[in-house]
């Protein structure tokens, strides 16, 4: 069993469009986050959530929003895609930081 | 703020050669730290973590490394390197007690030539 597991893997999408990816974990963590990481494969959290509450938002356009139904899943909804969010998303679940990763979305606009 | 430096974007050795990765931090508390190794389109992968206790942390595929407080460092070595080494390496910090913000370093990419 995948303990940290996201969909698509893969997404192509025209500019403007919206797109979710998802996320879920099965390790019965608290706390789960999305990282962006861009073509420099810098790592950048854009947000945390504790139990389902938004912890951390780093300054991320309100195109970005993120959605937890439970505390096992973290949904990232984007609206009106830009050149600019081609990157690979990653989602994370944690316990005391220690951090397991997806494999990663690649998302690229065209 | 907690943030982390990792000198060098690029090491390069040769195979069987000492692998050195650099990485100093900055925390406001006493951290956890982590290196994630990162091979060609994949995820992030932990390689190994300092919470508590001894300083000097062994990982998995023969990596360790050592917390030195003084220092505000946590150099990754490895005594012998490997072809299957080379990927992009990430030291990270997390204050405990914090927001729960783990912080990576930019990377550096592990080159291994025969």
């Known amino acids: 069993d995948t303990a940290v597991s996201q969909t698509p893997k893969y997404l192509v999408t025209q500019m403007g469009n919206d797109k979710s990816i998802k996320c879920e974990q099965n390790?019965?963590?608290?706390?789960m986050y999305w990282y962006k990481q861009d073509s420099k494969k810098f790592l950048k959290i854009m947000f945390s959530?504790?139990?389902?509450?938004?912890?951390i938002n780093e300054t991320v356009p309100n195109r970005f929003s993120p959605k937890s139904p439970d505390k096992a899943h973290l949904n990232l909804h984007i609206n009106s895609l830009e050149l600019g969010d081609s990157a690979v998303y990653f989602c994370?679940?944690?316990?005391?930081?220690?951090?397991?990763f997806g494999s990663g979305t690649r998302l690229t606009v065209v | 703020a907690q943030s982390v430096t990792q000198l060098g974007s690029h090491v390069s050795v040769s195979e069987g050669a000492l692998v050195l990765l650099r990485c100093n931090y900055s925390?406001?508390?006493?951290?956890?730290l982590f290196w994630y190794v990162q091979y060609p389109n994949q995820g992030l992968q932990l390689l190994l973590k300092?919470?508590?206790?001894?300083?000097l942390v062994k990982g998995i595929n023969g990596f360790e490394a050592e917390f030195k407080k003084s220092e505000t460092s946590f150099h990754l070595t490895k005594p012998s390197a490997h072809m299957s080494d080379a990927a992009e390496y990430f030291c990270?910090?997390?204050?405990?007690?914090?927001?729960?913000?783990?912080?990576f370093g930019k990377g550096t990419l592990l080159t291994v030539n025969p």
């Open positions: 994370a679940s944690s316990l005391e930081g220690y951090c397991t």
């Open positions: 390790l019965g963590h608290d706390t």
């Open positions: 959530y504790n139990n389902k509450e938004l912890i």
């Open positions: 925390s406001s508390v006493p951290p956890y």
């Open positions: 300092y919470t508590t206790g001894a300083t």
């Open positions: 990270a910090v997390f204050p405990r007690g914090s927001n729960y913000k783990l912080t």
